[in-house]
């Protein structure tokens, strides 16, 4: 995902986001572990995006407590 269209999210969203990706990311690596993942470039795309979403999250909850 890219970063604007996260900044448009509520943090609700965003941690509902975050929750989604780490199950997929899951459910990908017991596929991994099975031998059968269709689409494993999508291993890194997973990480990247909670990462992108994490580092949202806390700019916005630095943002608020300096204000």
Known sequence: M????LQGLSAEELNQKVQAFKKELFDLNYQRKMGRVEKPARFSLLKKDIARILTLLRER???GSKN
Do not use: C, G, I
């Not at 890219?2 to 269209?5: F, I, L, Q, S, T």
């Open 2 to 5: 890219k970063v604007k269209e």
């Open 61 to 63: 909850e630095s943002n």
